[in-house]
C-alpha cells in the first residue's frame, strides 16, 4: 500500500504539533508506522491522501452514526452557514434539537448544550457537586469520561482507592477527591460507601464501558448502583457520550431502562460537528447558571450549524427501524468473523451490543472489568491492524478501541469485511 504522501505529512505535522497529531491516539503509537492522512470520507468509506480506499469502522470514534458526509447532514450545515456561523445570542436551532431530544427522551427533562464530551462531562461533575454540596466522585477504572482533571485518575492498589493521576499535570487535590473502583464489583462499591458514603456527590460510569475495550456490565450492576446511590443521598451519572444515541435514541439508559440522575452526551448528538450535552430533571438543572449558582458558560455553545447538524442527524436516528437495522448489520457482522474463530479455534472473543463491537485478543468467556484484559493480549493486535488496513479496512488504531457500523455501512460492505477479518487473522496467527 502506498502512504508516501501520508508520511510526508506525517513529518510536517510533527513539526507543528506535539506528536505530529492534535489528540493523541491518532498517532499510531500503539499499533507502529505512520498514520493515514484522511483525504474524504463518504457513506462507509474513507480514502486517504495517497489515494487508499478502507471500508471505516471508526466512524471518528462513533459520532458518524449515518456515515460519511450524509447528504441530510451537509445540507443543514450548508443551509445554515449560509445564515452566519455563531451569534453569542440565543437562535431558534438550540429550541429544535432539545425539544427533538427530549420529547423523544423522557430520561431527562433539561438539556445544556457544550462543545465536547469532555466539557459536558467536567460540568456536569461541578453540577452534581454544587447540588449535592459534596465534593467526592466515584469512578470506575476502565471507564473514559474525557481529559478533565478530577477524571484523569486511574486506580492505586487495592480495591478501593483514591488513585493516582493518569497524566502528569494533575494537582494531588484533585486526586483525593476521586475515589476509583473496579467495574462491576459490587464489594469495592459498597465498601467506598461505607467509608465515604456522606461525601460521594455522585457515581460516573459509562453504562456501556466502550473507552477500554467493551466491558458489557450486568443490568443488576447498574441497578445495584441505583439503589445504593438513591439510599446515600449520591447522584447517579450516567456518561452516555458513546452509548447515547448509539444503543438507541435514549442510549443505555432507556436500553436498560434505569433512571439516572445525570446523563451527558457527545459525538453523535453533533452530526460530526464539536456538540457535547449534559441532562438531568428540572430541580438539577435548576442549579445551572444563570438559574442557579453553579456557573457554566461557552462562546460556542448552542453554535448554530452544530445544531443543524445534530438535528439532521437526530432526526435519520428517529426512522423507525433504524436502530434495528444498525444491530442487524452489526451482528452479521460478528457472526461472520466469530463463525471462523471457533472453526479455526483462534484465542480471541467478540463481543458486540447494538452497533458497537470490539474483538478482544484473549479467550477469558467474560470481559467485565479493566483488569480482566490482558496487556499482552494487544501483543498480535498490531499485526491485526496492519494486515487490516493492507486488505482496506480501516478500524481504530489501539486493541482497546472499539468499531462501531454506521447506517451507511451496506451488506456488501459487511461481506467484505468479514472476508478481511477474518483472512487478517489467518495472517496474524498461522504465519
Ligand atoms: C469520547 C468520550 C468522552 C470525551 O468526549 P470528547 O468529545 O472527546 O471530549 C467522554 N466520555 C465518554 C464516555 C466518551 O466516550
Known amino acids: 500500500m502506498k502512504n508516501k504522501r501520508s508520511e510526508e505529512l506525517f513529518e510536517k505535522a510533527k513539526q507543528y504539533f506535539p506528536g505530529g497529531v492534535n489528540s493523541p491516539v491518532r498517532a499510531f503509537r500503539s499499533v507502529g508506522g505512520t498514520p493515514h492522512f484522511i483525504a474524504k470520507g463518504k457513506g462507509s468509506h474513507i480514502w486517504d491522501a495517497d489515494g487508499n480506499e478502507f471500508?471505516?469502522?471508526?466512524?471518528?470514534?462513533?459520532?458518524?452514526?449515518?456515515?460519511?458526509a450524509d447528504a441530510r447532514v451537509n445540507n443543514a450545515i450548508i443551509k445554515t452557514a449560509e445564515n452566519g456561523t455563531s451569534f453569542g445570542a440565543p437562535t431558534e436551532?438550540?429550541?429544535?434539537?432539545?425539544?427533538?431530544?427530549?420529547?423523544?427522551?423522557?430520561?431527562?427533562?433539561?438539556?445544556?448544550?457544550?462543545?465536547?464530551?469532555?466539557?459536558?462531562?467536567?460540568?456536569?461533575?461541578?453540577?452534581?457537586?454544587?447540588?449535592?454540596?459534596?465534593?467526592?466522585?466515584?469512578?470506575?477504572?476502565?471507564?473514559?469520561?474525557?481529559?478533565?482533571?478530577?477524571?484523569?485518575?486511574?486506580?492505586?492498589?487495592?480495591?478501593?482507592?483514591?488513585?493516582?493521576?493518569?497524566?502528569?499535570?494533575?494537582?494531588?487535590?484533585?486526586?483525593?477527591?476521586?475515589?476509583?473502583?473496579?467495574?462491576?464489583?459490587?464489594?469495592?462499591?459498597?465498601?467506598?460507601?461505607?467509608k465515604f458514603g456522606k461525601d460521594i456527590a455522585c457515581v460516573i460510569i459509562e453504562p456501556i464501558p466502550a473507552n477500554n475495550g467493551l466491558l458489557l456490565q450486568e443490568k443488576s450492576f447498574l441497578e445495584f448502583l441505583r439503589d445504593i446511590t438513591k439510599k446515600n443521598g449520591t447522584l447517579l451519572f450516567f456518561d452516555e457520550v458513546i452509548s447515547g444515541f448509539r444503543v438507541g435514541f435514549t442510549g443505555a439508559a432507556g436500553y436498560y431502562k434505569i433512571q439516572p440522575d445525570i446523563i451527558t452526551y457527545g459525538k453523535i448528538i453533533g452530526g460530526g460537528l464539536p456538540v457535547g450535552a449534559y441532562g438531568a430533571s428540572k430541580e438539577i438543572m435548576s442549579k445551572i447558571s444563570p438559574e442557579g449558582d453553579v456557573y457554566q458558560a461557552g462562546t460556542l455553545s448552542g453554535n448554530p450549524v452544530a445544531m443543524a447538524?445534530?438535528?439532521?442527524?437526530?432526526?435519520?436516528?428517529?426512522?423507525?427501524?433504524?436502530?434495528?437495522?444498525?444491530?442487524?448489520?452489526?451482528?452479521?457482522?460478528?457472526?461472520?468473523?466469530?463463525?471462523?474463530?471457533?472453526?479455526?479455534?483462534?484465542?480471541?472473543?467478540?463481543?458486540?451490543?447494538?452497533?458497537?463491537?470490539?474483538?478482544?485478543?484473549?479467550e477469558?468467556?467474560?470481559?467485565?472489568?479493566?483488569?480482566?484484559?490482558?496487556?499482552?493480549?494487544?501483543?498480535p493486535f498490531r499485526k491485526f491492524?496492519?494486515?487490516?488496513?493492507?486488505?482496506?479496512?480501516?478500524?481504530?488504531?489501539?486493541?482497546?478501541?472499539?468499531?462501531?457500523?454506521?447506517a451507511a455501512h451496506t451488506n456488501e460492505d459487511i461481506t467484505k469485511t468479514i472476508s478481511a477479518f477474518c483472512e487478517s487473522l489467518d495472517v496474524t496467527f498461522q504465519d
Open 55 to 68: 471500508i471505516d469502522y471508526c466512524c471518528s470514534w462513533g459520532p458518524l452514526i449515518l456515515g460519511h
Open 93 to 194: 436551532l438550540e429550541n429544535h434539537l432539545a425539544e427533538l431530544i427530549l420529547s423523544n427522551n423522557k430520561y431527562i427533562e433539561k438539556i445544556r448544550f457544550v462543545s465536547s464530551g469532555t466539557e459536558a462531562v467536567m460540568s456536569a461533575i461541578r453540577l452534581a457537586r454544587g447540588f449535592t454540596g459534596r465534593n467526592k466522585i466515584l469512578k470506575f477504572e476502565g471507564c473514559y469520561h474525557g481529559h478533565s482533571d478530577s477524571l484523569l485518575v486511574k486506580a492505586g492498589s487495592g480495591l478501593v482507592t483514591f488513585g493516582n493521576t493518569s497524566s502528569a499535570g494533575v494537582p494531588e487535590v484533585f486526586v483525593n477527591e476521586t475515589i476509583v473502583v473496579p467495574l462491576n464489583n459490587q464489594k469495592a462499591v459498597e465498601e467506598a460507601f461505607a
Open 309 to 362: 447538524s445534530g438535528i439532521a442527524q437526530l432526526n435519520a436516528c428517529l426512522e423507525k427501524g433504524f436502530y434495528e437495522n444498525l444491530e442487524s448489520k452489526c451482528n452479521a457482522l460478528v457472526n461472520g468473523i466469530r463463525n471462523h474463530v471457533v472453526k479455526n479455534k483462534y484465542p480471541i472473543r467478540l463481543f458486540s451490543i447494538g452497533s458497537i463491537f470490539w474483538i478482544s485478543f484473549s
Open 364 to 379: 477469558n468467556e467474560k470481559i467485565a472489568s479493566a483488569d480482566d484484559i490482558d496487556a499482552n493480549s494487544m501483543i
Open 385 to 406: 491492524f496492519h494486515t487490516l488496513l493492507e486488505k482496506g479496512i480501516y478500524i481504530g488504531p489501539s486493541g482497546y478501541e472499539v468499531g462501531f457500523v454506521s
